[in-house]
């Protein structure tokens, strides 16, 4: 049974170019989040989408965050133009309505450095 | 400002002792809460969760407490074992319908000495 699956695993570009992080979730999962991960502020929600639909983006930290879910199995989330302030490690979640809806499912992260 | 804290970045613990993590929260309008386990180079993977209706709940060796009068809950772990050497977050959420939203601690590193 395949997990979330997040690509790349790793990315290293230099400021001020865009990065495009993607997100698979699970099959059948209609919540899908994206999360930062720092040392400073541990994990932090950036937006999440329930059915297709973004309902809580009050975590994008500025306009140069954005993300789409054009489909049920597929999400994005972009930064244009990149900081080095934005080195981090990105998770994607998912999980379905219901008793254990509390339960997220992560993928395995992006690593992301901005030289 | 940070709703869910977890004050100690790390903790060291024997192999075979109990090792109790710590997480308080601020918002009283939380009311589910759950801990994950985080391995290096992978994503969070939940451990257990709570509900305040109830202030104890055991999984194997795990169990966590919940002092809602506090705003304060506890992860223990009898006993430990090497393989549990991990980072362990601390979320909570309003249990809302339809509200899926969790609130992340900070993490603390669990090392267990063998």
């Known amino acids: 049974d395949a997990g979330v699956i997040q690509s790349p695993r790793h990315e290293v570009t230099e400021m001020g170019q865009e990065v495009t992080l993607r997100c698979k979730p699970i099959?059948?999962?209609?919540?899908l989040f994206w999360y930062r991960q720092t040392m400073m502020r541990g994990l932090e929600l950036l937006i999440y989408f329930n059915n297709n639909v973004p309902i809580d983006d009050s975590g994008m930290p500025e306009d140069r965050f954005s993300a789409k879910m054009p489909n049920a199995s597929f999400s994005t989330l972009k930064i244009q133009p990149s900081e080095p302030r934005d080195s981090a490690v990105y998770f994607c979640?998912?999980?379905?309505?219901?008793?254990?809806?509390?339960?997220?499912?992560f993928g395995p992260g992006t690593r992301l450095t901005v030289t | 400002d940070q709703q869910v804290k977890q004050n100690s970045p790390s903790l060291s613990v024997q192999e075979g002792r109990i090792s109790i993590l710590n997480c308080d929260y601020t918002?009283?309008?939380?009311?589910?809460f759950l801990w994950y386990k985080k391995y290096p180079a992978e994503g969070p993977t939940f451990l257990i969760s709570?509900?305040?209706?109830?202030d104890k709940n055991e999984d194997g060796r795990f169990t966590v407490f919940l002092n809602k009068s506090a705003k304060h809950l506890s992860l223990h772990i009898v006993p430990s074992q090497p393989g549990d050497s991990a980072v362990y977050f601390c979320a909570a959420s309003e249990s809302n319908f339809g509200n899926e939203k969790l609130t992340f601690g900070t993490g603390t590193r669990l090392t267990i000495i063998p």
């Open positions: 979640a998912s999980s379905s309505a219901g008793l254990s809806s509390y339960e997220q499912y």
């Open positions: 099959s059948g999962h209609d919540y």
């Open positions: 709570i509900s305040s209706i109830k």
């Open positions: 918002n009283s309008m939380f009311d589910y």
